[in-house]
């Protein structure tokens, strides 16, 4: 903590005044969520015990400014790696940083007392000097903050980050069920109604037994589209940890019994966000993943969220793969948001390799 070169009381903010530390009580860190403008389920302390159950290392920090906690940022350690293999090219090509809370959902929460540009300024400039010297400290190559698409905090551009966008399809869910169904592309539709000629029917997955097999279903679907899975043991933890508060639903579709996809729905306050889906290859012909999309949709309307986001989209450069998915997240009707991603170097190496990453693709696009 620094003395203030000013004469001031504790309602004053400045540079010299605030302090940042480490967070270390759950309930105190959740009640100082309430207090800012908007916050979602990835900047509650659950969510950090479900990234510690999966072996990520997290940091969340307190901005203070006297008594007054003015800010709040939690964030995790990862780990990059542009090269699948082992050998001393993968290591170059590694990287290690920080991040905020994920799903595109994280950023820098500030209290809502404390919400001019000015003092969003001083914060931005504090907080930026202290994850600076704090990645020098651990060798940490990069620091990366991500905004939400409804909800946006800080310009982070004059200190140094350069910026980048992430991608959803978000639905207003305080139109009327008969307008969200209109709405919808004629294949989504046409999708749920056969699915439901079918006999598919939906329920929520409440049991282990019935998470594991979602799990299955997971593994099944991922390694068809050559994506890595998650173990069951992040499944288990986001269950249990996001389940006590209602922040989780996992439905299923049925036919005939057998469990044939399913449906990871992260809720909470005004908001729902796909989290995940699952499916068996085989019953796809049954149009399973739009109902239960369908269904998801209409049970966060009736549940009071105001929002439901798709989740992350490639936009608008794709693969042959991403254009399907986003394909099919724009036949559900929602309109294609933006937020910002903020990343800055901390080390040569990163900004060697950023350089090397834009001047590549620079001349890829030339030459097409």
Request: net charge positive; glycine share 6%; charged share 30%.
């Given at each position: 903590?620094?003395?203030?070169?000013?004469?001031?009381?504790?309602?004053?903010?400045?540079?010299?005044?605030?302090?940042?530390?480490?967070?270390?009580?759950?309930?105190?860190?959740?009640?100082?969520?309430?207090?800012?403008?908007?916050?979602?389920?990835?900047?509650?302390?659950?969510?950090?015990?479900?990234?510690?159950?999966?072996?990520?290392?997290?940091?969340?920090?307190?901005?203070?400014?006297?008594?007054?906690?003015?800010?709040?940022?939690?964030?995790?350690?990862?780990?990059?790696?542009?090269?699948?293999?082992?050998?001393?090219?993968?290591?170059?090509?590694?990287?290690?940083?920080?991040?905020?809370?994920?799903?595109?959902?994280?950023?820098?929460?500030?209290?809502?007392?404390?919400?001019?540009?000015?003092?969003?300024?001083?914060?931005?400039?504090?907080?930026?000097?202290?994850?600076?010297?704090?990645c020098k400290r651990n060798g940490?190559?990069?620091?990366?903050?991500?905004?939400?698409?409804?909800?946006?905090?800080?310009?982070?551009?004059?200190?140094?980050?350069?910026?980048?966008?992430?991608?959803?399809?978000?639905?207003?869910?305080?139109?009327?069920?008969?307008?969200?169904?209109?709405?919808?592309?004629?294949?989504?539709?046409?999708?749920?109604?056969?699915?439901?000629?079918?006999?598919?029917?939906?329920?929520?997955?409440?049991?282990?037994?019935?998470?594991?097999?979602?799990?299955?279903?997971?593994?099944?679907?991922?390694?068809?589209?050559?994506?890595?899975?998650?173990?069951?043991?992040?499944?288990?933890?986001?269950?249990?940890?996001?389940?006590?508060?209602?922040?989780?639903?996992?439905?299923?579709a049925f036919k005939d019994d057998?469990?044939?996809?399913?449906?990871?729905?992260?809720?909470?306050?005004?908001?729902?966000?796909?989290?995940?889906?699952?499916?068996?290859?085989?019953?796809?012909?049954?149009?399973?993943?739009?109902?239960?999309?369908?269904?998801?949709?209409?049970?966060?309307?009736?549940?009071?969220?105001?929002?439901?986001?798709?989740?992350?989209?490639?936009?608008?450069?794709?693969?042959?793969?991403?254009?399907?998915?986003?394909?099919?997240?724009?036949?559900?009707?929602?309109?294609?948001?933006?937020?910002?991603?903020?990343?800055?170097?901390?080390?040569?190496?990163?900004?060697?390799?950023?350089?090397?990453?834009?001047?590549?693709?620079?001349?890829?696009?030339?030459?097409?």
């Amino acid at each position: 903590m620094y003395p203030c070169k000013k004469s001031c009381n504790d309602s004053h903010i400045c540079g010299e005044k605030m302090i940042i530390r480490p967070a270390q009580d759950k309930e105190k860190w959740n009640e100082n969520l309430t207090k800012t403008g908007w916050h979602w389920v990835t900047h509650r302390w659950e969510w950090r015990e479900v990234m510690e159950a999966l072996g990520y290392k997290s940091h969340y920090f307190e901005i203070c400014n006297g008594d007054d906690t003015i800010a709040l940022f939690p964030c995790f350690t990862v780990k990059i790696r542009y090269l699948k293999d082992y050998s001393l090219i993968s290591k170059i090509f590694s990287f290690t940083g920080l991040e905020s809370s994920g799903n595109g959902y994280g950023g820098v929460l500030i209290n809502s007392k404390f919400s001019n540009i000015n003092i969003k300024n001083k914060i931005a400039k504090v907080l930026d000097s202290y994850l600076f010297d704090f990645c020098k400290r651990n060798g940490y190559d990069f620091i990366k903050i991500n905004d939400s698409p409804v909800y946006s905090n800080l310009n982070l551009e004059k200190l140094g980050y350069k910026k980048t966008y992430h991608y959803t399809f978000l639905l207003d869910l305080t139109q009327d069920k008969d307008y969200l169904w209109k709405n919808l592309e004629k294949r989504a539709r046409n999708g749920i109604r056969k699915a439901k000629k079918s006999g598919v029917k939906i329920r929520e997955l409440t049991s282990e037994e019935e998470i594991k097999e979602f799990h299955r279903l997971h593994v099944e679907t991922y390694s068809r589209t050559n994506m890595p899975w998650r173990p069951f043991d992040y499944l288990k933890a986001i269950w249990k940890n996001l389940g006590e508060i209602n922040a989780v639903k996992f439905f299923g579709a049925f036919k005939d019994d057998t469990l044939i996809a399913g449906v990871m729905l992260l809720t909470y306050g005004d908001m729902s966000l796909y989290g995940m889906g699952v499916s068996d290859h085989r019953y796809l012909k049954f149009q399973p993943n739009i109902y239960l999309q369908w269904h998801a949709i209409l049970w966060s309307k009736m549940n009071g969220r105001r929002y439901y986001d798709l989740g992350s989209v490639a936009y608008p450069k794709q693969t042959k793969k991403e254009a399907g998915i986003f394909k099919f997240k724009r036949s559900l009707g929602g309109k294609l948001v933006s937020s910002v991603y903020w990343v800055k170097s901390c080390t040569i190496k990163y900004e060697a390799f950023t350089w090397l990453k834009d001047l590549l693709r620079d001349l890829y696009e030339k030459k097409k």
